[in-house]
């Protein structure tokens, strides 16, 4: 069997909840729970999401999905791409 691996580009709302050892979990619009393996530097630049403040706070996410076929399991990877911050009160 041959390896594969594909990527696709997706855009949803979703609010900031936890930062934990480097992974950054968001709930999406449609409730369910999304964990950043990686990120870009322009949004760690952009955004300091490890000091709590970010917390709670609803964004834009325009992130890829990362399928790896790496043997008989398809492996996933999400990485965050790009963040607008939708509620900035």
Known sequence: MS?????QTKSEEGIF??????YYTF???FEEKIIFEEISKSVLQEFNLQD??????????TYEEI?????DD???IF??????LLDDI
């Not at 909840?17 to 480097?22: F, P, R, V």
């Not at 990485?79 to 607008?84: D, G, I, P, S």
């Open 3 to 7: 390896y594969y691996e594909t990527q």
């Open 17 to 22: 909840i936890n930062y934990s050892n480097g």
């Open 27 to 29: 709930v999406f619009s």
């Open 52 to 61: 709590g403040s970010m917390l709670n706070k609803t964004f834009s996410i």
């Open 67 to 71: 399928i790896n076929d790496l043997d």
């Open 74 to 76: 398809d492996f996933i």
């Open 79 to 84: 990485r965050l791409l790009k963040l607008e």
